[in-house]
């Protein structure tokens, strides 16, 4: 072969993989914005799962795009996608007391479910800090509970070479679960103050 017909063969195989590339930074963004809106609507109180369904769909078609591709399943977009949606379906769980999903369950890379249940950890802050406010603190306490048995699931891997943002989440959940439970605690406090000069209110009128 001649270096032109060479040179055209390797161009013909990396401009079908532009293209597949193009196509699938579109559907990640596609799936992280309709991740984005389930978890609103969680927060919120309202049904998520025509909006997971809908991810969970551009999803599958996501990893169509990339079949023959597969080492796009560790790009940057690709790997966002994953963590939004495990964020998004692990979070749904929790919320509605049901069992974890998994990485394969969710069909994900093992790294990206790591990095993905690990942003759960801010959501569930979110609920503790909505449960503190409406005065539900035992509720509160379960939400902290939660954030700490995923801080425990996250620390088991120390693999600094190659999971380069797992030690990101790592930090940043330690963080929020130690503030969560100085919240938590300051909240239970006042909530026994409370509790103890109502009864002795009640003494007084009797």
């Given at each position: 072969m001649?270096?032109?017909?060479?040179?055209?063969t390797?161009?013909?195989?990396l401009?079908e993989?532009?293209?597949?590339?193009?196509v699938?930074?579109?559907?990640?963004?596609?799936?992280?914005?309709q991740?984005?809106?389930?978890?609103?609507?969680?927060?919120?109180?309202e049904?998520?799962t025509?909006a997971?369904?809908?991810?969970?769909?551009e999803?599958e078609?996501?990893?169509g795009i990339i079949?023959?591709h597969p080492?796009?399943?560790?790009?940057?977009?690709?790997?966002?996608?994953?963590q939004?949606?495990?964020?998004?379906?692990?979070?749904?769980?929790v919320?509605?007391?049901?069992?974890?999903p998994?990485?394969?369950?969710?069909?994900?890379?093992?790294?990206?479910?790591?990095?993905?249940?690990?942003?759960?950890?801010?959501?569930?802050?979110?609920?503790?800090?909505?449960?503190?406010?409406?005065?539900?603190?035992?509720k509160?306490?379960?939400?902290?509970?939660?954030?700490?048995?995923?801080?425990?699931?996250?620390?088991?891997?120390?693999y600094?070479?190659?999971?380069?943002?797992?030690?990101?989440?790592q930090?940043?959940?330690?963080?929020?679960?130690?503030?969560?439970?100085?919240?938590?605690?300051?909240?239970?406090?006042?909530?026994?103050?409370e509790?103890?000069?109502?009864?002795?209110q009640?003494?007084?009128?009797?």
């Amino acid at each position: 072969m001649t270096l032109d017909e060479i040179a055209e063969t390797i161009q013909k195989v990396l401009d079908e993989k532009e293209a597949v590339r193009e196509v699938a930074i579109k559907a990640s963004r596609t799936i992280v914005r309709q991740c984005s809106s389930a978890i609103q609507l969680i927060h919120k109180g309202e049904d998520p799962t025509e909006a997971i369904e809908a991810a969970r769909e551009e999803l599958e078609r996501l990893q169509g795009i990339i079949a023959e591709h597969p080492e796009m399943n560790y790009s940057g977009f690709v790997d966002t996608a994953y963590q939004e949606y495990v964020e998004v379906t692990v979070l749904q769980a929790v919320a509605e007391g049901d069992e974890l999903p998994g990485p394969d369950e969710l069909g994900v890379t093992p790294q990206s479910y790591i990095e993905g249940i690990g942003d759960v950890v801010g959501e569930l802050r979110r609920f503790a800090l909505d449960a503190i406010i409406e005065g539900r603190v035992e509720k509160a306490r379960e939400h902290l509970a939660m954030m700490d048995e995923i801080y425990t699931f996250l620390m088991r891997f120390d693999y600094p070479a190659a999971l380069s943002g797992v030690k990101r989440k790592q930090d940043v959940a330690r963080s929020l679960v130690e503030k969560t439970r100085g919240d938590v605690t300051v909240a239970a406090r006042a909530h026994a103050l409370e509790r103890r000069i109502h009864e002795h209110q009640e003494r007084m009128e009797r």
